[in-house]
C-alpha cells in the first residue's frame, strides 16, 4: 500500500515562499518519479513539476518556471516544493503524486497514487 502525505501548505502573501513536503511510504522503489500537480476551483488539475529518482531529471510547467523548484531526498522518500515569488494565480490545492517508472511524465493518467492534497492560499 502506497500513502503519499503532503503538508506544508498554508496562507501567503503576494510574493512570499512556502515550501511542501511529500512524505512517500510503501514505495518499493526510491527511483520512481514523483511530482506535484494542483488544481484551483473550477479548474482541471495541471502539472506543477516531477522529479525521476533515479538520474534527478525534472520537468516543470512554464507557468511556474524559475519560482519553483523540485526536489528529492531519494533516503527519506521525500519530495519537496520550494515556491518562490507566488502570486494569487498559484492558489490551488496542490497534490503529490508517484509514478511507477523512473521517466518524467506530465499528465494525470500517468501517475499511480495520489495524497489527499494541501492547500496553498496566496492573497493579493
Known amino acids: 500500500q502506497v500513502t503519499l502525505v503532503e503538508s506544508g501548505g498554508g496562507l501567503v502573501q503576494t510574493g512570499g515562499s512556502l515550501r511542501l513536503s511529500c512524505a512517500a511510504s510503501?514505495?518499493?522503489?526510491?527511483?520512481?518519479?514523483m511530482g506535484w500537480f494542483r488544481q484551483a476551483p473550477g479548474k482541471e488539475r495541471e502539472f506543477v513539476a516531477a522529479?525521476?529518482?533515479?538520474?534527478?531529471?525534472?520537468a516543470c510547467a512554464s507557468s511556474v518556471r524559475g519560482r519553483f523548484t523540485i526536489s528529492r531526498a531519494n533516503a527519506k522518500n521525500t519530495v519537496y516544493l520550494h515556491m518562490n515569488s507566488l502570486k494569487p494565480e498559484d492558489t490551488a490545492v496542490y497534490y503529490c503524486?508517484?509514478?511507477?517508472?523512473?521517466?518524467?511524465?506530465?499528465?494525470?493518467?500517468?501517475?499511480?497514487?495520489w495524497g489527499q492534497g494541501t492547500q496553498v492560499t496566496v492573497s493579493s
Open positions: 510503501g514505495l518499493i522503489d526510491s527511483n520512481y518519479v
Open positions: 503524486a508517484a509514478r511507477l517508472s523512473r521517466v518524467v511524465r506530465i499528465t494525470t493518467p500517468m501517475y499511480d497514487y
Open positions: 522529479i525521476s529518482g533515479s538520474d534527478g531529471s525534472t
